[in-house]
């Protein structure tokens, strides 16, 4: 009997690129369900791809067979353009997708094939153009494109044909968090329309929050299929996928085991959801704060919490400056330190001998001497894992003390984002329009990464097409920046890193002498370069943003979680 909610089913698949000896596929079944969202993960070479241009005829199976609506595909020349007009696939790099010469003649080429009146594939390509906002670009050539006008042109090329399933290649990648709406407000739209999306991603988080269903793959085979909350809740599963768990769970789980919440609230999905659970506890109510020692007065302090350095000048004109406005701004409230990195720590404890508190410490610390009230201000330029963990290790000492309230990082808000733009251009006011600024971020794994892309695309969108923002172990890269460079190719290139200090990073990985150096490849591509090792806590704007942050976390009452993690839903 056929199950018509069924829409995809795969029956022992065997694919092999080389050899019998070798398989991408090695015995893969597996069910998809009609309107359904489901994200694919697992360790790059773990299959995915390799299914996935299997779904859309691209790869025919060794071995095994593939259904659709019930039937086994049709490899036949007229079964494939069939199958390709109902499952339709953008590949992560549209590179390998677009060929015609103009966006509107790329958009019109797959519905054309399927043999309709030029009129109504007029009306359905403008249609199109219009809802993915390709309109002020429809008639230039598809190579002048941006990565993420690329990839809204990819995506276009598909739905125009009315797919039954469309399949994503980490759609997001490499995109800025404008583009990146544009493209999970088209999944959010094919799904109300009633299309199945099947997307792969390594954005735990973005799949936890988005995903009906997650299927991970290890060796060609289905590792898990389940709930979201199934998959991301089995440790052993995630842990041989090399995945980590999401924040919003691993963060509920933690407070849950320090009984600060109850195992049976439903799973939140995202951290909007934890920040309400969190703001809905009594000691975290301003209207009925958790009581001090009777006769006992409020003592608050504020903690400065940064990644820090083991540079002593840097840390002098940066974290030492920002905690010293602080502490000036704020003359009630004694200022505390906290470090997050191990490393540094340990180096600075072996070779100088000095203790600085890690966050634990800090608040151990905070407890002996009987702070009630805690203000916690991060010096992280955005919101990522440092200050996931930094936010979980303060809440386990949320009974300790009568309020804890969170600043947040330097870039969370869109008003955070603009006051930057214009303190980076002020400091570098001198800047000609036949030099280029190029600013150094760290980058990170974490999906807060999307930030960087974002300010460099609003840094051109301010009009100040001479300023590039990359990083030093994410996207944008180097190989990224060279390239836009290349393009503007001005008569000097000054670097200057977006880090809170100018540490090791700035120092080797930008200015430094090795080929690999920002700086010596900038100089091999034949641009003079100047290097400004001056860290953001050096300008006292940035330190200004920091005060405001202080201001707010005073006023809130609450939890703060920054506002680029919140949504409508749980």
Known sequence: MINNDVIL?????????????THSLNGLSLEIRRGKKIA???????????FFLCCNGI?????????????PVDYSKEGLLNLRQKVGIVFQDPDNQLFS??????????????????EVAKKEVEAIIEEMEITPYRDKPTHALSGGQKKQVSIADILVMHPEIIILDEPAAALDPKHAALVNNAVERMTAKGITVMMSTHDVNFAFEWADEVVLFKDGQVLMHGTSTEVFSNRTALAQSNLEPPAALKLFDSLCQKGILKTNMTVPHNLACLEQYISDLPFFNTGTPKPVSSGAEAKKAILVVSFGTSYEETRKATIDAIEQDVAEAYPDYRIYRAWTSKMILAKIKRRDGIHYDNVKEAFERMKADGITDVIVQPTHVINGIENDIMTEESLSFASHFSTIHFGTPLLTSSDDNNY???????????????EVLVLMGHGTTHYANAIYAALDYTFKDRGHSNIFLGTVEAYPSMDTLLHMVKEYNPKRVILAPFMIVAGDHATNDMAGDDPESWRSQFEAAGFPVTCVLKGLGEYKDIRNLFLSHVEEAIHSGNVEISEDRKSSHC
Do not use: C, R, W
Request: charged residues 25%.
């Open 420 to 434: 930057l733009i214009e303190a980076i251009h002020h400091e570098f006011s001198d800047l000609q329009e036949d």
């Open 40 to 50: 694919f993960m697992g360790a790059n070479g773990s299959g995915k791809s390799t």
């Open 59 to 71: 790869h025919k199976p060794n071995s095994g067979t593939l259904y659709f609506d019930g039937e």
């Open 101 to 118: 010469a103009s966006v509107y003649q790329e958009i019109s080429f797959g519905i054309l094939n399927l043999g309709v009146t030029e």
């Open 9 to 21: 089913k795969a029956e022992n698949l065997y694919f092999s690129y080389d050899d019998e000896n």
